[in-house]
């Protein structure tokens, strides 16, 4: 091709359609603002435990390759996570790769991708990067889950893989345990129950990971704090995980990760407090939203609420948001990402001075200047 050529068709000519097509997943500029939007914990390491920390990092050979399949750091996930000794574990860089990886495994001709709407968006961008189908089940207007309708789309489509959040992502709500392993029961294929939030849900199905054989249980370990290390793991029969362990890059988990993580591990106690503290605050923000005029709040068992705003408007959740942005307090707006998020919002639950700023903010933003009722923290 001529070095004449204009760049937007030598990329026209290099670059996929579909991808061309798409959108770049949307990360907030957050500077200045309280940060309420992407369901992180707040909390960091207490001081005690930084000074080691430091000393272990700088002990690194970081002038070396990470260990493809960290056994040091597995064999503490497998204690501290109560993975059972039947199932295999596959690490990725976030369950944002393992998702990816999963796609690339199974992406035979004609394969789909099967989940539920609104759900996490990644599920659907890596089944279309892997160019397989994808399929969406709505919920219901209350977000419950449609089981029969559920269980025709896989009778219908015969998914490769099915993605169940558990909770699920933006709705906050767990689904019957009876519709899961009904699920399980009826797909051809994997059916994946994502627990990124399983520390605030309490709830698992981890010790049937390696028991059913189209299993798999993902979870992060972003929401317990360690958003910026990246690291997300899988439990599933070992049969799978040396299938998918083929498409891994063999070196995706780096070093400073492997040490960080393995460290924290070892203090698990401390990541269970700073869970049940946002537990606790989740509960009293639940509260706070439920007593304001102008908000429906739905409960959760995540770190995290989504409410909507009372209106026949449909710009009115937009309007708040911007609202919120100009009181410095960042949150997410869904409004527009499916219709049963019309008017919605989604916040991140975080200290009680930070859950008191964003329902002041909110109490300020709301159509009518509503008043606010701070949390009891």
């Not at 990092?57 to 996930?77: C, D, H, I, S, T």
């Not at 370990?221 to 799978?240: C, V």
């Not at 362990?245 to 203090?267: A, G, I, M, S």
């Not at 049940?276 to 304001?292: K, M, N, S, T, V």
């Amino acid at each position: 091709m001529s070095a004449t050529v204009p760049l937007a068709e030598r990329i026209r000519a290099v670059v996929r359609d579909d991808v061309r097509a798409m959108k770049a997943y949307p990360v907030a500029q957050a500077e200045g603002l309280i940060k309420l939007d992407l369901m992180e914990n707040p909390f960091g390491l207490p001081p005690e435990l930084r000074g080691e920390l430091a000393r272990r990092l700088a002990a690194l050979e970081v002038n070396r390759y990470p260990a493809p399949r960290p056994a040091g750091l597995m064999a503490a996930l497998r204690s501290a996570m109560d993975i059972p000794q039947d199932a295999g574990i596959l690490l990725g860089n976030g369950s944002d790769e393992l998702i990816s990886i999963l796609a690339q495994a199974c992406a035979r001709p004609g394969a789909k991708v099967l989940s539920l709407a609104p759900s996490f968006v990644m599920y659907e961008a890596s089944a279309r990067l892997a160019q397989m189908g994808f399929e969406a089940v709505p919920l219901r207007a209350d977000f419950s889950l449609d089981l029969n309708a559920l269980l025709e789309a896989i009778a219908a489509h015969a998914p490769a893989l099915v993605y169940l959040a558990y909770p699920n992502n933006p709705t906050g709500n767990l689904y019957p345990r009876s519709a899961i392993e009904a699920v399980a029961d009826a797909a051809p294929g994997l059916v994946i129950v994502d627990e990124a939030y399983q520390p605030f849900a309490l709830d698992t199905f981890m010790p049937a990971a390696g028991r059913i054989d189209n299993l798999v249980v993902m979870r992060t370990l972003s929401k317990s704090g360690l958003a910026g290390a990246r690291l997300g793991y899988l439990a599933a029969k070992p049969e799978w995980i040396e299938q998918f362990d083929k498409v891994r890059p063999p070196f995706n988990v780096n070093v400073l990760t492997q040490c960080y993580v393995e460290f924290v591990l070892e203090h698990r106690d401390v990541l269970d407090r700073q869970a049940a503290l946002l537990r606790r605050e989740r509960d009293q923000l639940y509260r706070a939203l439920g007593e304001l005029g102008g908000v429906t709040v739905f409960p959760s068992a995540g770190n995290f609420l989504l409410f909507r705003i009372k209106s026949t408007d449909p710009d009115a959740a937009s309007r708040v948001f911007q609202g919120l942005k100009q009181h410095k307090v960042l949150i997410k707006d869904l409004s527009r990402v499916h219709p049963l998020l019309a008017n919605c919002l989604r916040v991140t639950v975080s200290f009680p001075e930070e859950n008191a700023a964003f329902l002041e903010a909110l109490g300020a933003s709301l159509p009518g200047g509503a008043e606010a009722v701070g949390s009891e923290s």
